[in-house]
């Protein structure tokens, strides 16, 4: 009875008592992460394993037959526990794989941490390999000689350098360092996530937040180390079970080493996780594809030829083009080129002289392009100069009575028409919380010349887990801005000169009994703002707990003049942002703001308006929930770059619970 005595404090202690006061210990186990909540079940069938061995008496003469019987029941309860651990594989294995080979690829110069990365890929192929040679004895439980089951139990205890034992012992110093020097930073697991969240390739490729990578690495160490300690147990049983000894006081110290190196982990595990970015956001694709992983806003405010004459009703030359700030295209004198393009129907803005004579390339079309280039008569070119499709028109100024020169100016056109899609959607999205679904992810569609932030939802399971099967981007709603009932400030926001800037938020709660369910647009002075929508959910059911009532919006209030108020971001003379030849970073931060703009005029001839939209799909892998979202911009010095969301995965960190040890 006191062997069975001590089996259970291990399983008490290991699972129930915490650094902190702990609920009842029933909501303790079941509140935790998946792979926590694995080794508690796998530790309780080894109790119940172990009540088979406990039966047996210790005597060399014990009847064979029940012997077998009794080698049959233990290897069958084994073959339950195995199939556990080879579900959890499964189900993290894609996430593993790719931890694993983001480590390969950030990591490839830095020889120190490589080193260590090999040592432990040996250790843990070792102990697997072992765990295989295990299960193939599981398989023929039926079949087994008793002296195999022992040979294989006397060689994974053994007190030397090849033992299982040593095996793990091998590992936890590799991943920790020794205990005497511990340290929650200086160790290979915070090395690995520090570096990881520094290297933002590695981040779009794997699409898992810091957080999430930690944790994936963890996964597949925490496994590895209970097929080792299932293989401890299962020796010391097999052991005991044909009379080699009582072994009560070796698994007794087993079971210790194992819960303190456990113990140990869980603690670094919590840490390095408390610390780690859960920020997901997408790097710039390696071909840039309008309409599939990017978008523009359109004829927001566009280069536009127009002559001074045509700049005011009295059809007058005798003002500089500086003289008009904000003007229309009045009348179109003597049908001169301002009869051969399309005409600015709404207001110009910040106009000036570049020189009198030039070389028009219109665009084609088809194109939200009014020119390709412009090349004056004195050398100077706006845009890039290249072959000219439908051929360059001569434009020259002139002069009126000798005394006025009739200058063609180059200003800003801010038009409303067929060919400017400048429309954000104020429509709220949510998710289907009917049915238990939640945010997973988010992109910016444009739909109808409407751009929308579409979200992707999924079924929220118990400890966090997202059903991958029930994933769906909802579908946007398909209204147009000319449909009846249909109004602008209240379905949807036109941007203008005056109303053109969109605000960059992080949206989250430091709650994390709650999770995102919805999003949407709403304008604060002439700034778009982003709200998000959270909802109460049970963490061990995974159940949303009465959304309709237990749900709010939230947002950042704060304006460029009042609060803490937001800071500008400037776009300095920028270029196209699908130009850059190098990928473009996150430069904003929270509590930010940044205005539609022109491109440059000598690099574009101010012909698209930036920053572009970014498109592509903002995900995790694995799905979770999250616990908030975003908008940012990314770019580089000089171009115009990319306006996109961002997504916090759910903080995991308080369902990692960290044991002590019993006194």
Same mark, same amino acid.
């Given at each position: 009875m006191q062997f069975k005595r001590n089996i259970s404090l291990f399983v008490f202690g290991f699972f129930c008592i915490f650094l902190a006061t702990p609920p009842p210990a029933v909501a303790v186990i079941e509140d935790v992460l998946d792979v926590i909540h694995v080794v508690k079940e @796998?530790?309780?069938? +080894?109790?119940?394993?172990?009540?088979?061995?406990?039966?047996?008496?210790?005597?060399?003469? +014990? =009847?064979?037959?029940?012997?077998?019987?009794?080698?049959?029941?233990?290897?069958? $309860?084994?073959?339950?526990?195995?199939?556990?651990?080879?579900?959890? =594989?499964?189900?993290?294995?894609?996430?593993?794989?790719? #931890?694993?080979?983001?480590?390969?690829?950030?990591?490839?110069?830095? #020889?120190?941490?490589?080193?260590?990365?090999?040592?432990?890929?040996?250790?843990?192929?070792?102990?697997?390999?072992?765990?295989?040679?295990?299960?193939?004895?599981?398989?023929?439980?039926?079949?087994?000689?008793?002296?195999?089951?022992?040979?294989?139990?006397?060689?994974?205890?053994?007190?030397?350098?090849?033992?299982?034992?040593?095996?793990m012992d091998r590992l936890h110093l590799i991943l920790l360092g020794a205990e005497e020097k511990e340290n929650t930073t200086i160790n290979l697991l915070s090395m690995l996530g520090q570096t990881y969240e520094e290297s933002t390739d590695q981040i779009c490729h794997t699409q898992q937040s810091a957080q999430q990578f930690v944790y994936?690495?963890?996964?597949?160490? #925490?496994?590895? =180390?209970?097929?080792?300690?299932?293989?401890?147990?299962?020796?010391?049983?097999?052991?005991?079970?044909?009379?080699?000894?009582?072994?009560?006081?070796e698994a007794e110290l087993?079971?210790?080493?194992? &819960?303190?190196?456990?113990? !140990?982990?869980?603690?670094?595990?919590?840490? @390095?996780?408390?610390? #780690?970015?859960?920020?997901?956001? /997408? /790097?710039?694709?390696?071909?840039?594809?309008?309409?599939?992983?990017?978008?523009?806003?359109?004829?927001?405010?566009?280069?536009?030829?127009?002559?001074?004459?045509?700049?005011?009703? &009295?059809?007058?030359?005798?003002e500089t083009c500086d003289f008009y700030q904000s003007t229309r295209s009045e009348t179109c004198f003597k049908n001169l080129y301002c009869a051969r393009q399309p005409r600015c129907t709404g207001k110009l803005y910040h106009c000036t002289f570049v020189d009198s004579d030039m070389w028009v390339c219109p665009a084609s079309r088809n194109s939200a392009r009014r020119y390709e280039y412009i090349e004056y008569e004195n050398g100077r070119v706006l845009g890039q100069r290249s072959s000219c499709v439908r051929?360059?028109?001569?434009? %020259?100024?002139?002069? $009126?009575?000798?005394?006025?020169?009739?200058?063609? /100016?180059? /200003?800003?056109?801010?038009?409303?028409?067929?060919?400017?899609? !400048?429309?954000?959607?104020?429509? %709220?999205?949510e998710s289907n919380v009917e049915n238990n679904r939640v945010v997973t992810g988010l992109r910016f569609k444009k739909h109808n010349r409407i751009f929308h932030l579409q979200i992707q939802e999924g079924e929220m399971l118990p400890r966090g887990a997202i059903n991958r099967t029930s994933l769906t981007w909802k579908p946007i709603e398909d209204y147009q801005i000319f449909d009846r009932d249909v109004r602008n400030g209240r379905d949807y926001h036109t941007l203008s000169y005056e109303s053109r800037s969109i605000d960059l938020d992080d949206i989250y709660t430091s709650d994390n009994s709650f999770v995102v369910v919805g999003v949407r647009f709403r304008i604060v002075g002439a700034h778009l703002n982003l709200e998000a929508k959270l909802a109460e959910f049970d963490f061990k059911t995974g159940k949303l707990i009465s959304p309709e009532a237990n749900s709010f919006w939230?947002?950042?209030?704060?304006?460029?003049?009042?609060?803490?108020?937001?800071?500008?971001?400037?776009?300095?003379?920028?270029?196209?942002?699908t130009r850059t030849i190098v990928k473009s970073i996150p430069d904003s931060r929270h509590n930010q703001y940044i205005d539609f703009v022109n491109t440059n005029m000598n690099k574009d001839a101010a012909q698209s308006t930036v920053p572009f939209i970014d498109t592509q799909d903002v995900i995790s892998n694995p799905p979770v929930p999250l616990s908030g979202l975003g908008i940012y911009h990314k770019g580089r010095t000089g171009y115009g770059g990319f306006l996109a969301p961002k997504i916090m995965t759910y903080d995991f960190t308080p369902h990692v619970r960290v044991p002590q040890t019993i006194n």
């Open positions: @796998v530790t309780v069938g +080894i109790l119940k394993a172990w009540d088979i061995v406990q039966e047996t008496q210790i005597i060399k003469n +014990i =009847e064979f037959p029940l012997m077998r019987e009794k080698q049959r029941k233990v290897l069958q $309860r084994l073959k339950e526990m195995s199939r556990q651990i080879e579900q959890t =594989e499964q189900k993290y294995a894609q996430n593993v794989a790719l #931890a694993v080979q983001s480590v390969s690829e950030f990591m490839s110069q830095n #020889a120190p941490i490589m080193a260590k990365m090999t040592d432990i890929e040996d250790t843990m192929n070792r102990i697997s390999s072992r765990f295989q040679q295990m299960q193939k004895y599981e398989a023929y439980k039926d079949k087994l000689e008793s002296s195999t089951l022992v040979t294989f139990a006397e060689w994974t205890v053994s007190p030397n350098a090849y033992s299982v034992q040593h095996l994936s690495l963890y996964t597949d160490i #925490a496994l590895t =180390e209970l097929k080792g300690y299932i293989m401890m147990e299962f020796s010391w049983m097999m052991l005991r079970l044909y009379g080699k000894g009582n072994f009560t006081q087993m079971r210790m080493d194992y &819960e303190k190196r456990t113990g !140990r982990t869980l603690k670094l595990l919590r840490e @390095v996780m408390r610390r #780690a970015d859960r920020i997901l956001w /997408c /790097c710039d694709p390696n071909k840039f594809i309008k309409g599939e992983n990017y978008d523009e806003v359109t004829r927001l405010l566009q280069g536009y030829i127009e002559n001074e004459v045509d700049l005011n009703t &009295e059809e007058t030359c005798r051929g360059t028109t001569k434009v %020259d100024s002139w002069w $009126r009575y000798l005394f006025w020169h009739c200058s063609y /100016c180059f /200003c800003l056109c801010d038009e409303i028409s067929i060919k400017s899609d !400048r429309y954000f959607n104020l429509r %709220d999205t939230k947002s950042n209030d704060n304006t460029d003049v009042s609060g803490d108020r937001r800071q500008k971001i400037n776009l300095i003379d920028p270029d196209m942002s």
